[in-house]
Each structure stands twice: as structure tokens, then as C-alpha cells.
């Protein structure tokens, strides 16, 4: 009977696809959009930076670039979710996909991201796609670390668990709902943080495509932040360089603690002692 309540109670609490209610997952999105906006408002109206103009860079195309970079980011990080649970979920179930599976996404997950990125290019050039590449090299760079957080999660499920749940016929897609993927949550939870943070290392190259292109120039680059950082760095726009740290660490900082660090608190009601 304890093993059941104990099952109940982790199933509770699990959502369909978001461990946050719909006005907390809006909280999380728009606030750190928000504070970023009036920061940079404040900055600017007081001058405490003095902000360097530039023919092609104006503090509107800064907040512009966040957004787009921004929403590179979240859309890599959906597709990671969408191949990674299914992923964790048949290595963990089926002990011959684990010895089969788990080799190979260790020697890909080893091999560096950037390696594949000339090859994504080309592809997604005779695509006409070229926002697909760095999307694409996102989400390879996000994929490993959600799924191999998930792994360790779902085998570290305590087997009095699983042996209650098979005494009480929980089984099929009740076991995944009531018992695999709560238990999954906190690991969930630690390796998307783990996989936006490459997210945002690798964006600095991943927008920059001219340099892997053959006789490529600064105008092929994907517009964001990432790309007007390495702009601005390599023309001597210090103004701009400035401010674009300023707002690429503005941001990570507001969305880890609006949205990450109440994630993790939040998944800890998920955990079993």
C-alpha cells in the first residue's frame, strides 16, 4: 500500500509536457524579455555606457538580435525534448537497444559538434534553409546531454518502485506516465539546463556561417547575437561589442534565474529519498 501511495503521489505531479502551469511558463518567458528591455532603456537613457553608434548596429537591432537568437535557441531546444525522451525512454526499456544504442551515441556525442557543421552548411544550402544549419548543429550540440541525463535517471529508479508498480499492473504507457517520466523529471530538468548553456556556447560560431563557406563573406552570416558579437569583435566596434556582452549575459543570467532556478526547485518534489 505505501508503494502505491508512493507511486500516486510522484504521478500527481506530473504535467503533459512542462513541469510549470501555462501563467508560470509566460512568468518565465516574458519577464527576463521584459527586465532585459528596461535595462538596456535605463543604460542608454543615463549613459551609464557610452554607447558607440554604428552605420549598421543601433540598440533597437540589439534587443532584435536577442529575440531572433533567442527563439533559434528555444526551437532547437524543442526538437532536442522531442528526440531525446523517446530516445532515453527505449535505451532504458529495452536491454537490447541499451548494449546496442549506448556505444554508438557515446562516440557521437564525443565527436565535436562543430565537425558536421561544414556538411550541415552544404546541405542546408542546396535547401535554400540556411536558419536550418545553425538550428540543426543547436540541437546536435543540446541532444546528448538531455539524453544521457534522462538515461541515468530513468536507470536510477529505486526497484522497489518498479517491483510495486508491476504488483499492481501498472504497466505499458501507465508505467511511462505514472512512474518512468516523473521520476525523469529532475534529470529532465538538469540536463535541458545543461543543454540550453551549450546552446548558447555554440550559437557564437553557429550564426557565423561565412567561415565555413568557401570565398564566404561577413553578409552570409544568420542575423542574432551571436554573430553580432563576432562582428562587432572583428570590425573594432567596441561600443557594440560591449553591449552585446552585456545583453548575451543579461539575459542568460535572467532566464537562469526566472526559469532554470525554479525548475530545479520545482523538480525536487520529484526526487526519491
Known sequence: MDNRKHIHHYSRHFGFSYPTSLRQRLYAILSPLLLIV?????????????????????????????????????????????????????????????RLLLPVFDIVQSIPVLAFFPIIIVLFIRLGFMNGAA?????????????????????????????????????????????????????????????????????????????YIPGGTASQDLFGIGSMLVNAASTGQNGVFIFTILAMVGVIALINFFVWQKLLHYAERFKFE
Request: glycine fraction near 4%; charge should be positive.
Open 38 to 98: 528596461i535595462l538596456f532603456a535605463a543604460l542608454k537613457l543615463f549613459s551609464v555606457f557610452p554607447f558607440i553608434p554604428s552605420p549598421t548596429v543601433s540598440f533597437a537591432s540589439i534587443i532584435e538580435a536577442l529575440l531572433v537568437t533567442f527563439s533559434r535557441l528555444l526551437f532547437a531546444y524543442a526538437l532536442a525534448l522531442l528526440f531525446s525522451i523517446p530516445l532515453a525512454l527505449a535505451v532504458s526499456r529495452n536491454a537490447l537497444l541499451e
Open 135 to 211: 538550428i540543426f548543429i543547436i540541437f546536435l550540440s543540446m541532444l546528448w546531454n538531455i539524453v544521457f541525463s534522462l538515461v541515468g535517471g530513468l536507470k536510477a529508479i529505486p526497484t522497489d518502485i518498479k517491483s510495486a508498480a508491476q504488483v499492481f499492473g501498472v504497466k505499458g504507457m501507465a508505467l511511462t506516465h505514472r512512474v518512468l517520466l516523473p521520476a525523469a523529471v529532475p534529470y529532465l530538468v538538469t540536463g535541458s539546463l545543461l543543454a540550453w548553456a551549450q546552446g548558447w556556447n555554440i550559437i557564437i560560431v553557429a550564426e557565423v556561417l561565412h567561415t
